[in-house]
């Protein structure tokens, strides 16, 4: 059940609140020197020169509110985004998402052809009682037809598709915040090697269901590697190498299990990792955490 708290949260939204294309901050100097090193390519060179400390803090109830996420496929890795990256389909989606609780971001898969295309964009959605949509076309054009159809698939059911796959993101927009381009593009290659393996040992196990993607900026900068799982809905943050294995091993179990988006009853997956869950309040996440760890 998604939270009173949760709908009251979104009437208040400004565009200050987009986390998406917010301006960056500039007091990130420690990563400076990082971003000066970019590829003709432009994908960001991984070095550990002035990569801040990792953080050492609590990470429940750092997960924005949401009631859904909306990810529009991108052509290209968020590796090579610029700081603000944004389309003409993202700006006016967040424009109308931000009022009914929807955060918009972008994703890219190696394996999969996204389409994209100057005006229009596939994408796929989701949330906590819709599960997954998928859209072949958003585009400016369409986009009454499309904001009616996202707020529809928040009231639910859960779609077919929902449990077929699961859907890791890792956030590797490095230009964003040099933390996220070194820590994030580690993870994920770990990720995507732990995958390898589970298919290589088991061909028709659960790993065949599994999508390992990237994100472009989700909040948090300090958490990275921050890390999507769909979809349950949950955040993870401060992920390292080492801990691809294990996140792939629970993916796995889950997948035999059967997947669908967790609510507020279910207790959070990796709780040393945890930021947050779609569809609660930042106070709901810490209540959740605390019966689950008996940490106040």
């Not at 994703?107 to 989701?126: L, N």
Request: with cysteine.
């Amino acid at each position: 059940m998604i939270s009173k708290s949760c709908w009251g949260a979104y009437s208040k939204h400004t565009a200050s609140n987009n986390l998406l294309f917010s301006s960056p901050n500039p007091s990130r100097t420690r990563c400076a020197q990082f971003l000066r090193h970019v590829m003709a390519s432009k994908r960001v060179l991984h070095t550990d020169t002035n990569i801040p400390e990792y953080h050492e803090g609590r990470l429940e109830g750092t997960a924005p509110d949401h009631l859904c996420y909306i990810l529009l496929h991108s052509s290209h890795s968020p590796e090579t985004f610029p700081s603000v990256y944004h389309t003409t389909v993202s700006r006016e989606l967040q424009l109308r998402a931000m009022k009914w609780g929807g955060l918009v971001n972008f994703s890219w898969i190696a394996d999969k052809t996204a389409g994209e295309i100057a005006d229009r964009q596939p994408a796929t959605v989701f949330s906590p009682l819709g599960g997954k949509l998928d859209i072949s076309n958003v585009s400016v054009q369409n986009m009454d037809e499309i904001e009616e159809l996202v707020k529809r698939h928040i009231q639910g059911p859960l779609t077919s598709s929902t449990s077929q796959d699961m859907h890791i993101y890792v956030c590797t927009h490095g230009a964003r915040d040099c933390r996220c381009g070194d820590r994030g593009r580690q993870v994920y290659e770990a990720l995507v090697e732990a995958v390898k393996k589970e298919r290589t040992s088991n061909a028709s196990g659960p790993a065949s269901n599994l999508k390992i993607g990237e994100v472009g900026h989700v909040g948090g900068h300090k958490y990275a590697a921050n890390v999507l799982l769909f979809p349950q809905g949950d955040w993870l943050g401060i992920v390292k190498p080492e801990d691809a294995p294990a996140i792939v091993s629970e993916a796995c179990e889950a997948l035999q299990r059967g997947i669908k988006p967790l609510d507020h009853s279910a207790p959070p997956l990796f709780p040393s990792h945890w930021r947050g869950r779609m569809g609660l309040s930042r106070e709901e996440q810490k209540s959740l955490w605390s019966k689950y760890t008996g940490h106040e």
